[in-house]
């Protein structure tokens, strides 16, 4: 039968999953990229905590729920905050992708923070094999960043990549399939929003949700004067009177607010040239930098670096999905990549 095949060979092959402290990215060899969702979990604590919604539902419950109903991200910093939660997390958005667990054990690759600590390794792939994965493979973000941006690993020439996810930011240095050096930071698009969340509060005396602050990241962040002004609205609650009210923000505004994070991305990327070999550093004054993730859509990050390190800066085709490929890519070439992998 066509759809028992269909099953068997999704568990025949594989599944790469770019489990982020934002959004969940899940890769099969047969259809590519199957799942996008964010990492967000809605719980009903009346009910022993029983899972109400997973990803876009619950995300679009943030706060809109009573007390009873709780809507968390269990990952935090690029790792698993909360065992329980991510496992059923992880349950939920494989057997979106493959519903049938009676054909086998699908092989899994995760990619997981560089500075990622053993314990925390053994977080994720114990998550792994409880929603029924086989064998688990971890590769670094960096590494699956760099290939899924297609940059020459395999080369003795270094490259550099910068991935700036929701949790950490992975600065590294590549060559001959090895990272030569890595430098994780967890400050990321996370604590870029926080940043607005307080610039707001302090300067407006406004309260606002972190999903709202990420909005506005989005629409008028920025790291470099922009050639026009950015405007945004938003809504927010009065710390004085408790009530709703509206102010208008710029990108001017913004900018003051993201110059913390993205002044400590700068120091880890001067930090990681100051660590390397004078070999290197002229490999990667050749080659530029390439940024990957979602925090490199900011705009005007490019020019900032640029202005920063001196160096050409690049940005990967599709920085989003840039992991998750990358990661797929070295698990549908195993046999010939196993050597970038942790375990």
Same mark, same amino acid.
């Given at each position: 039968?066509?759809?028992?095949?269909?099953?068997?060979?999704?568990?025949?092959?594989?599944?790469?999953?770019?489990?982020?402290?934002?959004?969940?990215?899940?890769?099969?060899?047969?259809?590519?990229? +199957?799942?996008?969702?964010?990492?967000?979990?809605?719980?009903?604590?009346?009910? &022993?905590?029983?899972?109400?919604?997973? &990803?876009?539902?619950?995300?679009?419950? *943030?706060?809109?729920?009573?007390?009873?109903?709780?809507?968390?991200?269990?990952?935090?910093? &690029?790792?698993?905050?909360?065992?329980?939660?991510?496992?059923?997390?992880?349950?939920?958005?494989?057997?979106?992708?493959?519903?049938?667990? $009676?054909?086998?054990?699908?092989?899994?690759? +995760?990619?997981?923070?560089?500075?990622? /600590?053993?314990?925390?390794?053994?977080?994720?792939?114990?998550?792994?094999?409880?929603?029924?994965?086989?064998?688990?493979?971890?590769?670094?973000?960096?590494?699956?960043?760099?290939?899924?941006?297609?940059?020459?690993?395999? #080369?003795?020439?270094?490259?550099?990549?910068?991935?700036?996810?929701?949790?950490?930011?992975?600065?590294?240095?590549?060559?001959?399939?090895?990272?030569? *050096?890595?430098?994780?930071? !967890?400050?990321?698009?996370?604590?870029?929003?926080?940043?607005?969340?307080?610039?707001? !509060?302090?300067?407006?005396?406004?309260?606002?949700?972190?999903?709202?602050? #990420?909005?506005?990241?989005?629409?008028?962040?920025?790291?470099?004067?922009?050639?026009?002004?950015?405007?945004?609205?938003?809504?927010?609650?009065?710390?004085? /009177? &408790?009530?709703?009210? +509206?102010? /208008? $923000?710029?990108?001017?505004?913004?900018?003051?607010?993201?110059?913390?994070?993205?002044?400590?991305?700068? #120091?880890?990327?001067?930090?990681?040239?100051?660590?390397?070999?004078? #070999?290197?550093?002229?490999?990667?004054?050749?080659?530029?930098?390439?940024?990957?993730?979602?925090?490199?859509?900011?705009?005007?990050?490019?020019?900032?670096?640029? *202005?920063?390190?001196?160096?050409?800066?690049?940005?990967?085709?599709?920085?989003?999905?840039?992991?998750?490929?990358?990661?797929?890519?070295?698990?549908?070439?195993?046999?010939? $990549?196993?050597?970038?992998?942790?375990?």
């Amino acid at each position: 039968m066509p759809w028992v095949e269909k099953i068997r060979s999704y568990f025949g092959s594989h599944i790469a999953m770019d489990l982020g402290t934002a959004n969940t990215l899940i890769y099969t060899k047969e259809t590519g990229i +199957v799942l996008d969702e964010p990492s967000v979990v809605a719980l009903n604590s009346k009910n &022993g905590g029983a899972v109400l919604a997973v &990803g876009k539902k619950a995300k679009e419950m *943030y706060g809109r729920t009573p007390e009873s109903i709780k809507t968390i991200r269990p990952m935090k910093d &690029g790792v698993i905050a909360d065992f329980d939660v991510t496992n059923a997390m992880i349950k939920y958005f494989v057997r979106s992708v493959v519903p049938n667990s $009676l054909f086998g054990q699908p092989t899994m690759m +995760v990619c997981v923070p560089s500075g990622i /600590t053993s314990v925390e390794m053994k977080a994720v792939i114990d998550s792994s094999r409880q929603c029924g994965a086989g064998k688990v493979y971890l590769i670094e973000e960096p590494m699956a960043a760099a290939i899924g941006s297609r940059l020459p690993i395999q #080369e003795v020439s270094g490259s550099m990549v910068i991935d700036i996810g929701g949790g950490t930011t992975e600065v590294a240095m590549i060559s001959q399939f090895a990272i030569s *050096y890595s430098e994780s930071l !967890r400050m990321a698009g996370d604590a870029m929003d926080e940043c607005i969340q307080r610039y707001v !509060r302090r300067e407006f005396g406004l309260g606002i949700g972190a999903f709202e602050a #990420e909005r506005i990241k989005i629409e008028v962040g920025s790291a470099w004067p922009m050639s026009e002004p950015l405007e945004a609205e938003v809504t927010g609650i009065d710390s004085a /009177t &408790g009530m709703p009210r +509206v102010v /208008t $923000l710029t990108d001017s505004m913004i900018r003051d607010a993201l110059d913390s994070p993205v002044s400590a991305i700068v #120091e880890a990327i001067r930090l990681a040239l100051s660590k390397s070999s004078p #070999e290197l550093a002229s490999d990667i004054r050749k080659r530029g930098i390439v940024l990957a993730g979602g925090g490199s859509l900011l705009k005007g990050l490019g020019a900032r670096l640029h *202005y920063e390190t001196g160096l050409p800066i690049y940005r990967a085709k599709d920085p989003l999905k840039a992991i998750v490929k990358g990661t797929g890519y070295v698990l549908d070439h195993l046999s010939d $990549l196993k050597k970038v992998c942790l375990n």
